[in-house]
Protein backbone atom coordinates (compact mmCIF):
# COMPACT_ATOMS: atom_id res chain seq x y z
CA UNK A 1 0.00 0.00 0.00
CA UNK A 2 2.55 2.47 0.75
CA UNK A 3 4.05 2.08 -2.96
CA UNK A 4 0.67 2.47 -4.44
CA UNK A 5 0.63 5.42 -1.70
CA UNK A 6 3.63 6.76 -3.12
CA UNK A 7 2.65 6.54 -7.27
CA UNK A 8 -0.95 7.84 -6.36
CA UNK A 9 1.08 10.82 -4.51
CA UNK A 10 3.66 10.87 -7.72
CA UNK A 11 0.73 11.30 -10.04
CA UNK A 12 -1.29 14.14 -8.43
CA UNK A 13 2.17 15.86 -7.96
CA UNK A 14 2.68 15.86 -12.03
CA UNK A 15 -1.09 16.99 -12.52
CA UNK A 16 -0.49 19.97 -10.09
CA UNK A 17 2.61 20.72 -11.91
CA UNK A 18 1.40 20.27 -15.00
CA UNK A 19 -1.14 23.39 -14.55
CA UNK A 20 1.10 25.29 -12.75
CA UNK A 21 4.09 25.74 -15.05
CA UNK A 22 4.54 27.93 -17.62
CA UNK A 23 7.13 26.40 -20.16
CA UNK A 24 6.30 25.53 -23.81
CA UNK A 25 5.35 22.08 -24.13
CA UNK A 26 7.37 21.00 -27.19
CA UNK A 27 7.51 17.40 -28.95
CA UNK A 28 9.60 14.74 -27.54
CA UNK A 29 12.26 15.57 -31.03
CA UNK A 30 12.49 19.09 -30.41
CA UNK A 31 15.77 20.61 -29.25
CA UNK A 32 15.42 24.46 -28.07
CA UNK A 33 18.82 26.30 -28.03
CA UNK A 34 17.85 29.34 -25.58
CA UNK A 35 19.72 31.99 -26.52
CA UNK A 36 21.16 35.00 -24.63
CA UNK A 37 21.60 37.72 -26.98
CA UNK A 38 24.54 40.20 -26.07
CA UNK A 39 24.56 43.82 -28.18
CA UNK A 40 26.61 45.89 -28.31
CA UNK A 41 26.63 49.61 -28.54
CA UNK A 42 28.01 49.79 -32.19
CA UNK A 43 25.00 47.81 -33.05
CA UNK A 44 22.58 49.78 -31.04
CA UNK A 45 24.00 53.31 -32.62
CA UNK A 46 23.55 51.82 -36.40
CA UNK A 47 20.08 51.31 -35.59
CA UNK A 48 18.98 53.70 -32.73
CA UNK A 49 18.01 52.40 -29.44
CA UNK A 50 13.76 53.06 -30.80
CA UNK A 51 14.26 50.77 -32.79
CA UNK A 52 16.77 47.96 -32.26
CA UNK A 53 14.68 45.38 -30.23
CA UNK A 54 12.20 45.20 -33.16
CA UNK A 55 14.98 44.52 -35.73
CA UNK A 56 16.88 42.11 -33.30
CA UNK A 57 13.75 40.11 -33.14
CA UNK A 58 12.95 40.10 -36.64
CA UNK A 59 17.04 39.10 -37.50
CA UNK A 60 16.57 36.06 -34.50
CA UNK A 61 13.10 34.80 -36.62
CA UNK A 62 15.39 34.76 -39.55
CA UNK A 63 17.24 32.33 -37.88
CA UNK A 64 15.17 30.33 -36.40
CA UNK A 65 13.84 29.69 -39.94
CA UNK A 66 16.78 29.27 -40.92
CA UNK A 67 17.36 26.06 -38.78
CA UNK A 68 13.37 24.78 -39.52
CA UNK A 69 14.85 24.11 -43.31
CA UNK A 70 14.15 20.61 -44.18
CA UNK A 71 18.01 19.71 -45.12
CA UNK A 72 19.12 20.43 -41.58
CA UNK A 73 17.22 16.78 -40.68
CA UNK A 74 16.40 17.92 -37.01
CA UNK A 75 13.95 19.76 -35.32
CA UNK A 76 16.01 22.57 -33.50
CA UNK A 77 14.47 25.64 -32.56
CA UNK A 78 15.85 28.99 -31.77
CA UNK A 79 14.63 30.61 -28.70
CA UNK A 80 15.46 33.76 -27.38
CA UNK A 81 15.14 34.11 -23.70
CA UNK A 82 17.00 37.35 -22.98
CA UNK A 83 18.41 40.67 -25.15
CA UNK A 84 21.66 42.84 -23.12
CA UNK A 85 22.43 45.91 -24.85
CA UNK A 86 25.48 47.05 -24.02
CA UNK A 87 27.07 50.47 -23.05
CA UNK A 88 30.04 52.03 -25.35
CA UNK A 89 32.42 51.45 -22.57
CA UNK A 90 31.72 47.99 -22.21
CA UNK A 91 31.68 47.19 -25.97
CA UNK A 92 35.29 48.81 -26.03
CA UNK A 93 36.37 46.53 -23.09
CA UNK A 94 35.33 43.39 -24.77
CA UNK A 95 35.97 43.88 -28.47
CA UNK A 96 39.77 43.67 -29.57
CA UNK A 97 39.92 45.38 -32.90
CA UNK A 98 41.78 43.01 -35.08
CA UNK A 99 42.14 40.02 -32.76
CA UNK A 100 39.40 37.65 -33.38
CA UNK A 101 40.33 35.00 -30.90
CA UNK A 102 40.59 37.33 -28.06
CA UNK A 103 37.71 39.11 -29.04
CA UNK A 104 35.45 35.88 -28.58
CA UNK A 105 37.04 34.86 -25.42
CA UNK A 106 36.00 38.01 -23.93
CA UNK A 107 32.61 37.77 -25.65
CA UNK A 108 32.16 34.24 -23.68
CA UNK A 109 33.65 35.04 -20.58
CA UNK A 110 31.26 38.08 -20.08
CA UNK A 111 28.36 35.81 -21.53
CA UNK A 112 29.89 33.78 -18.96
CA UNK A 113 28.92 35.83 -15.91
CA UNK A 114 25.47 36.44 -17.02
CA UNK A 115 24.12 33.56 -16.83
CA UNK A 116 21.48 32.67 -14.02
CA UNK A 117 22.38 30.32 -11.65
CA UNK A 118 19.35 28.79 -11.58
CA UNK A 119 18.82 26.51 -14.67
CA UNK A 120 14.86 26.89 -13.90
CA UNK A 121 15.10 30.67 -14.49
CA UNK A 122 12.91 31.72 -17.66
CA UNK A 123 16.11 33.63 -18.84
CA UNK A 124 19.28 30.75 -17.99
CA UNK A 125 20.42 30.17 -21.87
CA UNK A 126 22.18 27.22 -23.21
CA UNK A 127 23.94 29.66 -25.72
CA UNK A 128 24.76 33.20 -26.15
CA UNK A 129 25.08 34.93 -29.69
CA UNK A 130 27.02 38.34 -29.64
CA UNK A 131 26.67 41.01 -32.47
CA UNK A 132 29.01 43.45 -32.98
CA UNK A 133 29.69 45.67 -36.14
CA UNK A 134 33.14 46.55 -34.76
CA UNK A 135 36.30 44.96 -37.17
CA UNK A 136 36.89 42.08 -34.56
CA UNK A 137 38.85 40.37 -36.99
CA UNK A 138 40.72 40.71 -40.41
CA UNK A 139 38.35 42.34 -44.14
CA UNK A 140 36.14 39.82 -44.43
CA UNK A 141 35.77 37.96 -41.12
CA UNK A 142 32.60 37.64 -40.53
CA UNK A 143 32.17 35.16 -37.40
CA UNK A 144 33.72 33.31 -34.95
CA UNK A 145 32.81 30.31 -32.76
CA UNK A 146 34.40 27.46 -31.16
CA UNK A 147 33.48 23.75 -32.40
CA UNK A 148 31.02 21.50 -30.63
CA UNK A 149 30.99 23.69 -27.40
CA UNK A 150 27.27 23.79 -27.34
CA UNK A 151 25.92 23.33 -23.42
CA UNK A 152 29.34 23.94 -21.92
CA UNK A 153 29.25 27.13 -19.67
CA UNK A 154 32.04 29.26 -20.94
CA UNK A 155 32.43 27.60 -24.65
CA UNK A 156 28.73 27.45 -25.68
CA UNK A 157 28.51 31.34 -27.66
CA UNK A 158 29.44 32.81 -31.23
CA UNK A 159 31.09 36.49 -32.01
CA UNK A 160 28.87 38.10 -35.03
CA UNK A 161 29.67 40.87 -37.28
CA UNK A 162 25.97 42.32 -37.78
CA UNK A 163 25.52 44.28 -40.98
CA UNK A 164 21.59 43.57 -42.09
CA UNK A 165 19.23 40.61 -42.07
CA UNK A 166 21.81 38.78 -44.04
CA UNK A 167 24.02 38.14 -41.40
CA UNK A 168 21.30 35.85 -39.94
CA UNK A 169 23.18 33.26 -42.38
CA UNK A 170 26.50 34.57 -40.42
CA UNK A 171 24.85 33.32 -37.38
CA UNK A 172 23.22 30.12 -37.71
CA UNK A 173 27.15 28.89 -39.36
CA UNK A 174 28.49 30.14 -36.51
CA UNK A 175 26.21 28.54 -34.17
CA UNK A 176 26.26 25.83 -36.16
CA UNK A 177 30.06 25.47 -35.48
CA UNK A 178 29.25 25.14 -32.27
CA UNK A 179 26.80 22.51 -32.74
CA UNK A 180 29.91 20.66 -34.21
CA UNK A 181 29.06 21.33 -38.04
CA UNK A 182 32.62 21.63 -39.87
CA UNK A 183 32.99 23.69 -43.10
CA UNK A 184 31.97 22.26 -45.92
CA UNK A 185 34.95 21.38 -48.37
CA UNK A 186 37.39 20.96 -45.55
CA UNK A 187 37.54 17.61 -43.90
CA UNK A 188 34.65 16.79 -45.55
CA UNK A 189 33.14 15.47 -49.18
CA UNK A 190 30.46 18.35 -49.31
CA UNK A 191 32.72 20.98 -51.27
CA UNK A 192 30.46 20.93 -54.16
CA UNK A 193 27.53 22.21 -52.06
CA UNK A 194 29.71 25.50 -51.51
CA UNK A 195 28.25 26.76 -54.67
CA UNK A 196 24.89 25.94 -54.47
CA UNK A 197 24.90 28.33 -51.37
CA UNK A 198 25.16 25.47 -48.27
CA UNK A 199 25.17 27.55 -45.13
CA UNK A 200 28.20 25.82 -43.90
CA UNK A 201 30.20 27.28 -46.98
CA UNK A 202 34.03 28.52 -45.74
CA UNK A 203 32.81 32.02 -46.92
CA UNK A 204 28.78 32.18 -46.57
CA UNK A 205 27.42 32.53 -49.93
CA UNK A 206 24.21 31.70 -48.82
CA UNK A 207 21.16 34.31 -49.76
CA UNK A 208 17.25 34.24 -49.09
CA UNK A 209 16.43 32.76 -52.61
CA UNK A 210 19.15 29.74 -52.37
CA UNK A 211 20.12 28.18 -48.97
CA UNK A 212 20.76 24.88 -47.19
CA UNK A 213 22.19 22.75 -45.21
CA UNK A 214 24.47 20.45 -47.01
CA UNK A 215 24.95 16.75 -46.24
CA UNK A 216 27.72 16.97 -43.93
CA UNK A 217 26.53 19.31 -42.08
CA UNK A 218 23.72 17.11 -41.65
CA UNK A 219 26.15 14.06 -40.37
CA UNK A 220 28.11 15.95 -38.17
CA UNK A 221 25.06 17.33 -36.28
CA UNK A 222 23.17 14.02 -35.76
CA UNK A 223 27.04 13.17 -34.25
CA UNK A 224 26.14 15.79 -31.46
CA UNK A 225 23.37 16.73 -31.08
CA UNK A 226 22.26 13.93 -28.80
CA UNK A 227 24.58 14.81 -26.43
CA UNK A 228 23.77 18.25 -26.01
CA UNK A 229 20.87 17.66 -23.14
CA UNK A 230 20.54 21.48 -22.11
CA UNK A 231 18.81 21.66 -25.45
CA UNK A 232 16.12 18.91 -24.07
CA UNK A 233 13.82 21.14 -22.32
CA UNK A 234 11.32 23.18 -22.84
CA UNK A 235 11.48 27.01 -22.81
CA UNK A 236 9.67 29.37 -21.37
CA UNK A 237 7.01 31.82 -22.92
CA UNK A 238 8.20 34.88 -23.13
CA UNK A 239 6.46 38.51 -23.63
CA UNK A 240 8.42 39.96 -26.29
CA UNK A 241 6.59 42.76 -28.55
CA UNK A 242 4.80 40.82 -30.85
CA UNK A 243 6.21 41.10 -34.96
CA UNK A 244 4.09 41.79 -37.92
CA UNK A 245 2.92 38.39 -39.63
CA UNK A 246 5.38 39.49 -42.55
CA UNK A 247 8.14 41.62 -41.42
CA UNK A 248 9.49 42.68 -44.13
CA UNK A 249 6.44 45.30 -44.94
CA UNK A 250 7.82 47.12 -42.41
CA UNK A 251 11.08 47.41 -43.68
CA UNK A 252 11.39 49.18 -46.98
CA UNK A 253 14.38 48.00 -49.37
CA UNK A 254 15.86 51.37 -48.99
CA UNK A 255 16.21 50.16 -45.32
CA UNK A 256 17.79 46.90 -46.06
CA UNK A 257 20.20 48.28 -48.73
CA UNK A 258 20.89 51.05 -45.46
CA UNK A 259 21.26 47.73 -43.29
CA UNK A 260 23.50 45.83 -45.84
CA UNK A 261 25.74 48.41 -46.77
CA UNK A 262 25.65 51.24 -44.82
CA UNK A 263 24.44 54.88 -44.71
CA UNK A 264 23.99 56.45 -48.13
CA UNK A 265 23.08 53.46 -49.97
CA UNK A 266 19.21 53.03 -51.58
CA UNK A 267 17.15 51.01 -53.74
CA UNK A 268 17.56 51.48 -57.53
CA UNK A 269 14.32 51.22 -59.31
CA UNK A 270 15.93 50.14 -62.62
CA UNK A 271 15.73 46.93 -61.75
CA UNK A 272 17.57 44.25 -64.31
CA UNK A 273 17.68 40.39 -64.66
CA UNK A 274 20.76 40.95 -62.67
CA UNK A 275 19.94 42.09 -59.89
CA UNK A 276 19.45 45.57 -58.28
CA UNK A 277 21.71 48.84 -58.49
CA UNK A 278 22.39 50.23 -55.35
CA UNK A 279 24.47 53.39 -55.05
CA UNK A 280 25.83 55.62 -52.30
CA UNK A 281 25.06 58.65 -53.67
CA UNK A 282 26.29 58.76 -57.73
CA UNK A 283 28.60 55.59 -57.03
CA UNK A 284 26.47 52.87 -58.25
CA UNK A 285 27.27 48.59 -57.31
CA UNK A 286 25.02 46.26 -58.65
CA UNK A 287 24.41 42.96 -56.63
CA UNK A 288 22.46 39.78 -56.90
CA UNK A 289 22.20 38.85 -53.49
CA UNK A 290 19.90 41.41 -52.05
CA UNK A 291 17.28 41.40 -54.28
CA UNK A 292 14.91 40.27 -52.16
CA UNK A 293 16.97 40.69 -49.26
CA UNK A 294 14.32 39.68 -46.20
CA UNK A 295 13.68 36.00 -45.86
CA UNK A 296 9.86 36.21 -45.20
CA UNK A 297 8.90 39.16 -47.20
CA UNK A 298 10.26 42.04 -48.36
CA UNK A 299 8.78 45.36 -49.58
CA UNK A 300 6.03 45.07 -52.28
CA UNK A 301 7.48 44.88 -56.04
CA UNK A 302 4.26 45.73 -57.10
CA UNK A 303 0.62 46.06 -56.62
CA UNK A 304 -0.33 42.01 -56.00
CA UNK A 305 3.47 40.98 -55.97
CA UNK A 306 5.91 40.43 -52.82
CA UNK A 307 9.25 39.06 -52.36
CA UNK A 308 9.03 35.99 -50.61
CA UNK A 309 11.89 33.77 -49.37
CA UNK A 310 13.93 35.55 -52.37
CA UNK A 311 11.29 34.75 -55.24
CA UNK A 312 8.52 37.30 -56.29
CA UNK A 313 4.95 35.36 -56.03
CA UNK A 314 1.32 36.73 -55.69
CA UNK A 315 0.34 36.88 -51.94
CA UNK A 316 -2.26 35.00 -51.06
CA UNK A 317 -3.40 33.58 -47.69
CA UNK A 318 -1.63 30.27 -47.64
CA UNK A 319 1.50 31.18 -47.12
CA UNK A 320 0.54 33.32 -44.47
CA UNK A 321 1.69 32.30 -40.91
CA UNK A 322 -0.97 30.63 -38.99
CA UNK A 323 -0.64 29.91 -35.01
CA UNK A 324 -2.21 26.44 -33.67
CA UNK A 325 -4.69 26.51 -31.53
CA UNK A 326 -5.98 23.33 -29.45
CA UNK A 327 -8.90 21.01 -30.17
CA UNK A 328 -11.52 20.01 -27.80
CA UNK A 329 -10.13 17.54 -25.41
CA UNK A 330 -11.24 13.77 -26.06
CA UNK A 331 -13.43 11.39 -23.80
CA UNK A 332 -11.43 10.46 -20.27
CA UNK A 333 -10.34 6.62 -20.87
CA UNK A 334 -11.57 3.63 -18.96
CA UNK A 335 -9.64 3.85 -14.86
CA UNK A 336 -6.70 1.84 -14.68
CA UNK A 337 -8.50 -0.46 -11.31
CA UNK A 338 -12.27 -0.93 -10.27
CA UNK A 339 -10.91 -0.05 -6.93
CA UNK A 340 -8.52 1.35 -4.71
CA UNK A 341 -7.88 4.20 -7.01
CA UNK A 342 -6.87 4.41 -10.48
CA UNK A 343 -6.16 6.54 -13.29
CA UNK A 344 -7.97 7.41 -15.93
CA UNK A 345 -6.68 10.46 -18.68
CA UNK A 346 -7.63 12.36 -21.76
CA UNK A 347 -5.95 14.04 -24.66
CA UNK A 348 -5.91 16.57 -27.16
CA UNK A 349 -4.74 17.76 -30.15
CA UNK A 350 -3.11 21.28 -31.32
CA UNK A 351 -4.81 20.85 -34.87
CA UNK A 352 -7.50 23.51 -34.32
CA UNK A 353 -6.23 24.43 -36.89
CA UNK A 354 -2.21 22.79 -37.36
CA UNK A 355 0.45 25.92 -37.05
CA UNK A 356 1.23 26.34 -40.34
CA UNK A 357 4.30 28.56 -41.76
CA UNK A 358 5.90 29.26 -38.88
CA UNK A 359 3.30 29.83 -36.84
CA UNK A 360 3.38 28.74 -32.73
CA UNK A 361 2.53 25.97 -31.48
CA UNK A 362 -0.25 25.48 -28.76
CA UNK A 363 0.96 26.12 -25.57
CA UNK A 364 0.01 23.34 -22.59
CA UNK A 365 0.22 19.45 -21.85
CA UNK A 366 -1.81 17.74 -24.95
CA UNK A 367 -3.03 15.41 -21.74
CA UNK A 368 -4.67 15.43 -18.46
CA UNK A 369 -4.86 12.76 -15.71
CA UNK A 370 -7.51 12.51 -13.32
CA UNK A 371 -7.76 9.84 -10.33
CA UNK A 372 -10.91 7.19 -10.55
CA UNK A 373 -12.19 4.73 -8.63
CA UNK A 374 -11.23 5.99 -4.73
CA UNK A 375 -13.54 3.52 -2.48
CA UNK A 376 -11.55 0.46 -0.93
CA UNK A 377 -11.34 -2.60 -2.35
CA UNK A 378 -12.88 -5.64 -0.24
CA UNK A 379 -10.89 -7.25 2.06
CA UNK A 380 -10.98 -10.45 -0.34
CA UNK A 381 -10.10 -8.74 -3.50
CA UNK A 382 -6.53 -9.77 -4.90
CA UNK A 383 -3.73 -7.80 -4.70
CA UNK A 384 -2.90 -5.56 -7.62
CA UNK A 385 0.49 -5.95 -6.99
CA UNK A 386 0.71 -9.11 -7.33
CA UNK A 387 -1.39 -9.46 -10.18
CA UNK A 388 0.94 -7.44 -12.32
CA UNK A 389 3.80 -9.85 -10.93
CA UNK A 390 1.86 -12.89 -11.60
CA UNK A 391 1.77 -11.78 -15.73
CA UNK A 392 5.39 -11.92 -15.57
CA UNK A 393 5.96 -15.48 -14.42
CA UNK A 394 6.56 -17.07 -17.79
CA UNK A 395 9.34 -14.49 -18.54
CA UNK A 396 12.05 -14.76 -16.05
CA UNK A 397 13.78 -17.84 -14.88
CA UNK A 398 16.22 -17.71 -11.76
CA UNK A 399 18.53 -20.15 -12.07
CA UNK A 400 16.84 -22.03 -14.85
CA UNK A 401 13.58 -22.16 -13.07
CA UNK A 402 10.87 -20.54 -13.66
CA UNK A 403 9.18 -19.30 -9.97
CA UNK A 404 5.94 -17.72 -9.30
CA UNK A 405 7.05 -14.18 -8.21
CA UNK A 406 5.52 -12.04 -5.73
CA UNK A 407 5.21 -7.76 -4.81
CA UNK A 408 7.81 -6.82 -2.46
Not at 85 to 99: C, D, H, Q, V
Not at 139 to 166: I, K, W
Not at 198 to 212: D, E, G, K, N, W
Not at 360 to 377: A, H, I
Request: charged fraction near 20%; proline fraction near 4%; hydrophobic fraction near 30%.
Amino acid sequence: LDSLDSALSFIEDRVHRSRQRYRRHATEDDYNIEVLLGVDDSVVQFHGKEHVQKYLLTLMNIVNEIYHDESLGAHINVVLVRIILLSYGKSMSLIEIGNPSQSLENVCRWAYLQQKPDTGHAEYHDHAIFLTRQDFGPSGMQGYAPVTGMCHPVRSCTLNHEDGFSSAFVVAHETGHVLGMEHDGQGNRCGDEVRLGSIMAPLVQAAFHRFHWSRCSQQELNRYLHSYDCLRDDPFEHDWPSLPQLPGIHYSMNEQCRFDFGLGYMMCTAVTKEGLLLWPFSRAWETEAFYCSLFRIAKSMSRHHHCFKGHCIWLTPDILKQDGHWGAWSKFGSCSRTCGTGVKYRTRQCDNPHPTNGGRTCVGPSYEFQLCNSQDCPKDFEDFREEQCRQWDPYFEYQNTKHHWLPY
